[in-house]
């Protein structure tokens, strides 16, 4: 008993504690925050969870998500429990192999539990398989669509490499959805330089429709979309299929996804979902605004990519740069966890850009040089 407090003590003291209601002040900072517990090997205490929030404590798509990380890393959770306000994290050993998240019951997003679960699968030993369950185009969250089109191939340049195979969709507020995700590990992440966005030389997507719900809606959503792109962008070809769900879809859904690519790989994208009672033309639009405020300045990344970016920044060996417009307070919230839980360090800087009416930023990272120590 005396061994087991004076260990107890032990790991209470090198427990960093995190506050849960700063700043962006969701389920962000859980999963930063215990994406980098697992890799560290340092153990987390978070608390004042969602303070601020209209339902404060642990919803069931957080719980999900810490239960999987505890999982990927062989860990000890405290506190783990719907509308808890405090909980911890002890992390053991990254396992590879297969791992499931199943909130089906609870309508959570898939791409939030990849969100947590694949810098930790980066540091296991072999490949690992996650299996998630949910919603895959749900608000509020990345569509899985943005996830392997926009976030995927811009992540493998710091040498995160994995397949995402979509074996159903799920949509609000059934979810129903499930994807699997075979992640390789690495020794250690590249730094990334993107400063240069080039010009856009291409713009495409999709507009879908699911169950019930009629083709006509997909099609409306893609043409309204398309004139609203080329009332300011005149000289590009924009190709947004309009596309029927039938097999791979689990309840009645409809949306939009709209991606443009520059001529430095560059990648951006807007979207959208259907609402009842919301016109399908509206949707498109809503879609297509999006992409072009997030092509209006002269950044790398768009705004939902940006703070996504920051965990491997923060990972990564060596000097790490990225152009971005304005800097959302999830970036800042991201920052504010990995220099807490990492030896990175973190700087921004306003660029001077001739280019555009709208104000740039350079994210600069010296990234902390996590090495994996299973390989």
Same mark, same amino acid.
């Given at each position: 008993q005396?061994?087991f407090?004076?260990?107890s003590?032990?790991?209470?003291s090198?427990m ?5 209601s ?7 900072i859980l999963?930063?925050s ?9 153990p !987390?205490?978070i ?10 404590g642990?919803r069931p798509?957080?719980?999900?998500g810490?239960?999987?990380?505890s999982?990927l890393?062989s ?5 783990a429990?719907?509308g808890? &306000?405090?909980?911890?994290l ?6 590879s192999?297969?791992?499931?998240a ?6 959570g ?5 990849l ?9 296991a030993?072999?490949v ?5 369950? /949910?919603?895959?185009?749900a608000e509020?969250?990345?569509h ?6 926009v ?6 340049r710091? /040498?995160?490499h994995f ?5 159903m969709r799920?949509?609000?507020p ?9 992640v390789?590990p690495?020794?250690?992440l590249?730094?990334?330089?993107l400063?240069?966005r080039?010009?856009? &030389?291409k ?5 879908f429709?699911a169950?019930?719900l ?6 409306d959503?893609?043409t309204a ?11 590009l070809?924009v190709?947004?299929?309009?596309l029927q769900?039938?097999?791979?879809a689990?309840?009645n ?14 990648l ?14 509206k949707v498109?639009?809503e879609?297509a605004?999006m ?7 002269n950044?790398? !990344? ?5 703070d ?8 990564a ?5 990225i152009r971005t /417009?304005a ?11 990995a220099?807490q839980l ?14 555009s ?5 350079e994210?600069?990272?010296e990234?902390?040089?996590a090495?994996n120590q299973?390989?």
């Open positions: 005396t061994l407090r004076l260990f003590q032990r790991m209470d090198t960093v504690e995190i506050d849960g700063v700043m962006e002040g969701g389920g962000q999963r930063v215990a994406a980098l517990s697992a890799i560290s090997g340092s !987390v205490r608390i004042k969870v969602r303070a601020g929030r209209s339902s404060p642990l798509q957080h719980l999900s810490l239960q999987l990380v999982d890393c860990g000890t959770l405290q506190g429990c719907i808890s &306000t405090e909980v911890s002890t992390p053991g050993r990254i396992q192999g297969k791992h499931t199943d909130t089906v019951c609870y309508r997003i898939v791409c939030l539990l969100q947590a679960s694949l810098p930790c699968s980066l540091f030993e072999r690992s398989e996650l299996c998630l369950k /949910g919603g895959t185009n509020f969250a990345p899985i669509d943005y996830t392997v089109k976030f995927k191939p811009m992540v493998e710091f /040498g995160v397949d995402c195979d979509i074996k799920g949509f609000y059934r979810g129903g959805g499930e994807v699997v995700v075979r390789n690495v020794k250690q590249h730094p990334v330089v400063t240069d080039g010009n856009i &030389t713009i495409h997507g999709r507009a429709v169950g019930v009629p083709f006509k809606l997909a099609k959503m893609s979309a398309v004139k609203t792109i080329r009332k300011e962008i005149k000289d070809y190709n947004i299929q309009p769900e039938k097999e791979n689990y309840g859904g409809t949306g939009i996804i709209i991606i443009a690519e520059s001529s430095t790989g560059c951006f994208a807007g979207s959208a979902l259907g609402k009842k009672g919301v016109y399908a033309d498109g639009i879609a605004e992409l072009l405020r997030n092509i209006r300045h950044g790398c !990344v768009d705004e939902f990519l940006q996504q970016m920051i965990i491997f920044m923060a990972l060996n060596g000097t790490s740069r /417009g800097v959302t307070l999830h970036t800042q919230t991201a920052i504010h966890i220099e990492t030896q990175a360090k973190f700087t921004i800087t306003k660029c001077d850009d001739e280019l009416s709208d104000s740039t930023y994210i600069h990272c990234g902390s040089g090495v299973n390989l």
